[in-house]
C-alpha cells in the first residue's frame, strides 16, 4: 500500500511547512515521520499511535513539531514550526498495521509501510 507524503519546499528560518502523509484505501496504526539530511542517516522525528494514544518526538524536533492525524482524510500530518536549517532534510512517512510501543517507534525495520518524502529545504 503506497504513502503518498507532501507538503515540502523551500523556506525560512523560523518560519512553518506541514507535512501530509496519506495511505490509499486504508488505515495503519501507528504512523512516524523519519528524514534524511545530506550525507547523514535516516532518523527518527516523531510517531504516533493512529488512536492518539501515544506519541513520541526526537529530543531535536520537541517542542517545535507536531504529528496528528486526521480520520476523515485518512492522513498524517507533521506541523513543523520555527524551522531551522539543521531541520534541511528528505522526510519520510512510515507507517505499521501494528500499534507500536513508545520504545520501538523508532525503529526503522518496524514499519512496513514507506513514503517518499517531500524535501524541506530551510534557509538561514
Known amino acids: 500500500v503506497p504513502l503518498q507524503a507532501s507538503g515540502g519546499g523551500l523556506v525560512q528560518a523560523g518560519t512553518s511547512l506541514r507535512l501530509s502523509c496519506a495511505a490509499s484505501g486504508r488505515t495503519f496504526s501507528t504512523y512516524s515521520w523519519f528524514r534524511q539530511a545530506p550525507g547523514k542517516e535516516r532518523e527518527f522525528v516523531a510517531g504516533?499511535?493512529?488512536?492518539?494514544?501515544?506519541?513520541r518526538y526526537s529530543d531535536s524536533v520537541r517542542g517545535r513539531f507536531t504529528i496528528s492525524r486526521d480520520r476523515a482524510n485518512n492522513a498524517a500530518y507533521l506541523q513543523m514550526n520555527s524551522l531551522k536549517p539543521e531541520d534541511t532534510a528528505v522526510y519520510y512517512c512510515?507507517?505499521?498495521?501494528?500499534?507500536?510501543?513508545?520504545?520501538?517507534?523508532?525503529?526503522?525495520?518496524?514499519?512496513?509501510?514507506w513514503g517518499q518524502g517531500p524535501l524541506v529545504t530551510v534557509s538561514s
Open positions: 504516533m499511535r493512529w488512536s492518539g494514544s501515544t506519541t
Open positions: 512510515a507507517a505499521d498495521s501494528r500499534s507500536l510501543i513508545w520504545s520501538s517507534m523508532d525503529r526503522q525495520n518496524e514499519y512496513d509501510h
